[in-house]
Antibody, heavy 118, light 108 residues
Framework: VQLVESGGGVAQPGGSLRLSCAAS????????MHWVRQAPGKGLEWVAV????????HYSDSVKGRFTISRDNSKNTLFLQMNSLRPEDTSVYYC????????????WGQGTLVTVSS | EIVMTQSPATLSVSPGDRVTLYCRAS??????LGWYQQKPGQAPRLLIY???TRATGIPARFSGSGSGTEFTLTITSLQSEDFAVYYC??????????FGQGTRLDIK
């Protein structure tokens, strides 16, 4: 499984960005998918999860109401729409595929850097 | 939210050493605990899941143990490529999935 993120860059506080994660796997439409982030020099922070059919989502308290996770199974692509960005959202954002059986991450993308700064 | 606490924050060790890293959960996570290795500029890599099962391709010098709230990751005969940051992750009660703050292995 290969996961490739894109869409990172610099945004102003209050601005928006949309991240994408392209998956090269035949099972994407059956896979739950997550976003995990890592601030510079810091640890890993779970951000959001989406069910295989896209109907169920959950978010961390730190992004709830500002970020939206979605997917296009016809294009094997995961998205993260980030609105009302804050400086503390500055991080490398990884998409991650968990195991078929439980929520440990077997596959990670290379990450895309989001910098929120004026 | 389950809080994961790793210790120590940093460990200075020499190649060939045996090292044990610790991870504690604020409540029982049964054996739903994973360990990851992360090198600078790279994504994390899964080492251990189910507290003690090595992921595909992980060398036998890595071993995990524990259940409930106390877990360890042991690396025997440290190799140069093992100097990295190690994270534990609980996936028993979520959302949110939670990670420890990491343990950095430095070369002494």
């Amino acid at each position: 499984v290969q996961l490739v993120e894109s869409g990172g860059g610099v945004a102003q506080p209050g601005g928006s960005l949309r991240l994408s994660c392209a998956a090269s796997t035949f099972t994407f439409s059956r896979d739950v998918m997550h976003w995990v982030r890592q601030a510079p020099g810091k640890g890993l922070e779970w951000v959001a999860v989406i069910s295989s059919d896209g109907r169920t989502t959950h978010y961390s308290d730190s992004v709830k109401g500002r970020f939206t996770i979605s997917r296009d199974n016809s294009k094997n692509t995961l998205f993260l729409q980030m609105n009302s960005l804050r400086p503390e959202d500055t991080s490398v954002y990884y998409c991650a595929r968990p195991s078929d059986f439980s929520a440990y991450y077997e596959s990670w993308g290379q990450g895309t850097l989001v910098t929120v700064s004026s | 939210e389950i809080v994961m606490t790793q210790s120590p924050a940093t460990l200075s060790v020499s190649p060939g050493d045996r090292v044990t890293l610790y991870c504690r959960a604020s409540q029982s996570v049964r054996n739903n605990l994973g360990w990851y290795q992360q090198k600078p500029g790279q994504a994390p890599r899964l080492l251990i899941y189910g507290a003690s099962t090595r992921a595909t391709g992980i060398p036998a010098r890595f071993s995990g143990s524990g259940s409930g709230t106390e877990f360890t990751l042991t690396i025997t005969s440290l190799q140069s490529e093992d100097f990295a940051v190690y994270y534990c992750q609980q996936y028993d009660v979520w959302p949110p999935i939670t990670f420890g703050q990491g343990t950095r292995l430095d070369i002494k």
